[in-house]
């Protein structure tokens, strides 16, 4: 093999690598997001309400996976292999992008709905009070729009102070948990987005290596069988 090609495979190399470190975290990132919220009985309230953490871990897993077939196709030096993974690694920026527009244009929608779960978990308290309890708990919040919601009942649930044992009004947490719930996933949305972005500029940039590398390997195989 030419310097030239042995100079793009070992970047490409090293960029999968990088890549593959990207999807880890990504899945990380999701796999905490995801455990903020838990104890949803009902998987399809669960589901919704996850659409964005399960997202991620389902991408970083796919960056994961085609990172390392593209680790393999420079090793080997592959003009096969370079192109499935150029192509397969074209589609998943594109899917990316369209993710990150996705949550651009559709943010104002997405918190509304947010604050719909808080809504459907506080009418539904009477029959399954795990619904709000595991948003408080995770958000350490209490009540709806604030502790005072609980007034009515004259005492607050274990899961609205840090000490289940001692959950009074001197120690109940003060924010109410629709604008708490919003504000992390307002919060949250915007590392996705610019996160996302970052990924799929560090992705066309593989997506260039893996089309010169197999364009080289193509030319050099060329120039050897004459």
């Given amino acids: ?13 090293i960029f999968n690598l990088l890549c593959s470190i990207c999807g880890i975290l990504l899945i990380v990132f999701g796999a905490l997001l995801f455990s903020n919220i838990h104890n949803f009985d009902d998987f ?8 964005v953490p399960v997202t991620m871990i389902v991408l970083g897993a796919i960056i994961l ?15 096969c292999m370079s192109m499935t993974y150029s192509i397969l690694l074209f589609v998943l920026m594109i899917g990316q992008l369209a993710l990150v527009i996705y949550m651009w244009l559709q943010k104002d929608k997405y918190l509304v709905f947010m604050g719909e779960v808080v809504e459907k978990a506080w009418d539904r308290r009477t029959r399954r009070a795990d619904y709000m309890d595991a948003i408080q708990i995770s958000m350490k919040c209490c009540g709806r729009s604030s502790f005072a919601d609980y007034s009515f009942q ?10 289940p044992n001692n959950c ?36 066309f940039v593989g997506f260039v290596f893996a089309c010169c590398l197999a364009n080289s390997i193509r030319n ?6 004459y």
């Fill in 44 to 51: 399809n309230e669960a589901l919704r309400t996850q659409q």
């Fill in 168 to 203: 009074r009004q001197e120690t109940v947490f003060r924010r109410g948990c629709k604008q708490v719930f919003v504000e992390y996933w307002d919060r949250n949305s915007d590392i996705i987005k610019y996160a996302g972005l970052v990924i799929a500029a560090i992705e």
């Fill in 220 to 225: 050099y195989r060329r120039r050897v069988d």
């Fill in 1 to 13: 093999m030419s310097c030239g090609i042995s100079m793009v495979k070992y970047i490409l190399f």
């Fill in 154 to 163: 004259g005492y607050f649930p274990p899961s609205c102070c840090l000490d």
């Fill in 65 to 79: 996976l085609i990172s390392w077939f593209g680790c393999c196709g420079a090793i080997r030096e592959s003009y």
